[in-house]
């Protein structure tokens, strides 16, 4: 039976082993004292006796932080347009059950990059009002895109100049976090990943709106020539960042939408390293899911023709990508890339962000360097560096307790023995 520490009762932390998430080496035999919800001391000695927990042989680190998830969606292969015929009702209860798994699997922070009206709204008062133990949100409400672009069933569809200005001063005033804009196709029936959709002025426009409001901007952008539109355009933060461009389609079966080929094009590369924008990549939801769930089935039962030519197909796509965020890195971007799942939609399932840390390492990224792309990075491009993402003092006590070192292997990200929200165990 655990040892029980009241909710606002200040403690002390003991652990084996401490990844600050600075970059630093581990530090052995770690205590890390916990004021109101804060943390206030770290070291041997750190604060005075009192209530304490001990876990001798495990690994604190700071808790993990999604950058890129859709909590309304169930992850159950089914297409965003049957997902968007449930109701309102339905979505908000899909979005409890998602971040509850994700909590439980040391999420501390999420930010929803798009949902249908003012669904994620609600679940965050909810959440507020102690309805139910959720993550930090960081919401995006409504993405805005065009008429019947990707995601225009979230209902943020803006044409015009003036629409999308209108749109930005809507979403701030409902409390809206951040501004999403679709910047290329995706998903979406009818979307076309490897073309841009909004122009840089467009774009420039949603950005200028939502800088003077005090709001940062993310756009969604698979394709080259997106990722071109929103560096010139000033985005923050550029999601997927797929170098998608006009060419060889493929078919991705139940895990996404037919889309081309990755090809890194070394001056759209060049023009993103050169600007201050952060990459919010996520490799996870190009069909990872699946990949590991046919691997599984092929070595236990033999897979059937059509399982595998969506397993080709999707390794294929995967042999293109990962090299592209490898190359990325060698450009000198690892610091400002975080990974996040973009959960929700497809096949990609919440509660498994170390997917991303591990992707993350065979593209050639370090494993202390994968580890801060889901906590000091992440916590970077949303803002939230003064609060969380690395376990230092001043900072909310969001932390993650694992019985394995998530350095020797991403896996052990699974192996969760203790998670704290501001303080309090939430496992």
Known sequence: MRPVISPGTDFTLRVGTLIDGRGGPPVGDAVVRIEQGRIAAIGPGAGP??????????????GLIDVHAHPTFPADRRDLEACLAEPDEMLALTAARQLTR????????????????????????????????????????????????HLHGFGGVADTLEEIRR???????????????????????????????????ELR????????????TVAHARATQSIENCVAAGIDAIAHVEFLAPGEVVDMGGA????????????VAEKL?????????????SGWDTVLLLRAKAGAEGLTPGEQRQLDNLERYFDHFLPVIG???????????????????????????????????????????????????????????????????GKDADLLVLDADPLADAANLTRVAAVFRRGVRVR
């Open 49 to 62: 006796p009192g209530p304490g927990l001990d876990f001798p042989r495990h690994v604190l680190l700071p």
């Open 102 to 149: 994700h909590l439980d699997s040391g999420v501390t922070t999420v930010r929803d990059c798009g949902a249908r009206g003012r669904t994620m709204f609600a679940v965050r008062e909810a959440i507020g009002r102690g309805y139910f133990a959720g993550p930090r949100l960081q919401l995006a409400g409504r993405p805005i895109t065009h008429a019947r672009g």
């Open 167 to 201: 749109e930005v001063r809507s979403l701030v005033a409902e409390g809206a976090d951040v501004i999403k804009v679709v910047a290329s196709g995706g998903g979406t029936r009818g979307g076309i990943p490897y073309l841009a959709s909004y122009t840089v002025d």
């Open 205 to 216: 426009v949603a950005v200028d709106t939502a800088h003077a409001l005090e709001r940062r």
């Open 256 to 267: 996404g939408a037919p889309t081309g080929l990755p090809r890194f094009d070394r001056r």
């Open 273 to 285: 390293a050169s600007s201050p924008a952060y990459l919010d990549l996520n490799p996870q939801s």
């Open 327 to 393: 190359e990325l890195r060698e450009l000198g971007l690892a610091d400002r890339m975080a990974f996040g799942s973009d959960a929700g939609p497809f096949d990609t399932e919440f509660g498994h962000l170390e997917y991303n840390v591990h992707l993350a390492r065979l593209a050639g990224l370090s494993p202390m360097e994968s580890i801060q792309a889901v906590t000091r990075n992440a916590a970077r491009l949303l803002g939230l560096e003064a609060h969380v993402g690395t376990v230092e003092v």
